[in-house]
């Protein structure tokens, strides 16, 4: 099973963009479906993103589309969630999330990070 550590949050302006990290130890990295969630103060856990084993398919939740794009590099064994065009919205904790079971991209996730606080404010 993988251990996964996330990095990158912090506190940025409405429009600005962050690039957010996640790192693998353990399992096989490139077996994985890598996804991105987040959880914002008073709410569910909600889904943001995937990248297949490969990182030739990517999925993203609506509210996200256009703005985020996750990318992976198997050889360093991480995957990035690179955020454009902030809102106040996207204040959250993010996690990274790694499965290998499900169907594309409603992926079962087996391994979960310890999140990562980003704060956009208006």
């Known amino acids: 099973q993988a251990q996964l550590v996330e990095s990158g949050g912090g506190l940025v302006q409405a429009g600005a963009s962050l690039r957010l990290s996640c790192a693998a130890s353990g399992g096989t990295f490139s077996s994985y479906a890598m996804g991105w969630f987040r959880q914002a103060p008073g709410k569910e856990r909600e889904f943001v993103g995937v990248?297949?084993?490969?990182?030739?398919?990517?999925y993203y939740a609506n509210s996200v589309k256009g703005r985020f794009t996750i990318s992976r590099d198997n050889a360093k064994i991480t995957i990035y969630l690179q955020m454009n065009r902030l809102k106040p919205e996207d204040t959250a904790v993010y996690y990274c999330?790694?499965?290998?079971?499900?169907?594309?991209?409603?992926?079962?996730?087996?391994?979960w990070g310890q999140g990562t606080q980003v704060t956009v404010s208006s």
């Open positions: 990248i297949s084993q490969s990182g030739v398919s990517t």
């Open positions: 999330a790694a499965g290998n079971r499900g169907s594309w991209p409603h992926m079962t996730y087996d391994s």
